[in-house]
């Protein structure tokens, strides 16, 4: 018998079945990948570097979504603005994904090609070296909280008695377009403001 066209096993349907559990369940594990695959267990682990591996092609595949032509706007705070919406948005799709990225090491190879272009951005806007690394993971957390957020319902606070709490129901009543991204402007011009300052200051 001739080979399958397709092959029952490579890295992209590896990947594509971990996000598709990660995604329904917030997370997976290497057997059940084979179950959903059809084969074995120890075939997958034929294609990747074990459940780290999986991780760091998961990281990779939600980093595609990210546009890193951003990085190339100037002025710098132009650039890391639109950097987060773009980071945002990639990933808001995929939010059982980010409690496991964000606990382990960045490893992948394209998603720390990255990193490095937003460094290179904030060295050649005059940040000073100590301050790069807080400032990206400062951002990051003001991305991926946003993200987590956008997954919440739009409505998180249930108010069974207006009496007993009638401003914070005033304050929900008063609230304009969606509040996650609302609040998500707030806390990015907020951080661009400090940002900024600390580059004055530098």
Do not use: C, K
Not at 125 to 154: Q, Y
């Amino acid at each position: 018998m001739g080979r399958p066209r397709t092959p029952l096993l490579d890295r992209e349907r590896i990947t594509t079945t971990a996000l598709e559990l990660v995604d329904s369940q917030g997370e997976f594990s290497v057997p059940q990948i084979a179950r959903r695959l059809g084969v074995q267990t120890g075939s997958v682990y034929h294609h990747v570097d074990g459940r780290d591996g999986i991780v760091e092609l998961l990281r990779e595949r939600v980093a595609e979504a990210i546009d890193a032509t951003t990085l190339d706007l100037r002025p710098w705070d132009r650039a890391l603005a639109a950097w987060a919406r773009s980071y945002r948005a990639a990933f808001a799709a995929h939010p059982r994904a980010i409690p496991m990225l964000m606990t382990s090491p960045v490893r992948a190879p394209r998603v720390l090609a990255q990193y490095e272009r937003a460094v290179d951005l904030l060295l050649d806007a005059g940040f000073p070296l100590p301050d790069v690394m807080p400032v990206l993971t400062a951002l990051e957390n003001v991305v991926l909280g946003s993200a987590l957020d956008l997954a919440a319902p739009e409505t998180m606070w249930e108010i069974a008695d207006t009496a007993a709490t009638p401003r914070l129901a005033e304050a929900l009543a008063a609230v304009a377009g969606h509040r996650a991204d609302r609040a998500f402007d707030i806390a990015l011009e907020g951080f661009l403001g400090d940002a900024r300052r600390r580059l004055a200051d530098a």
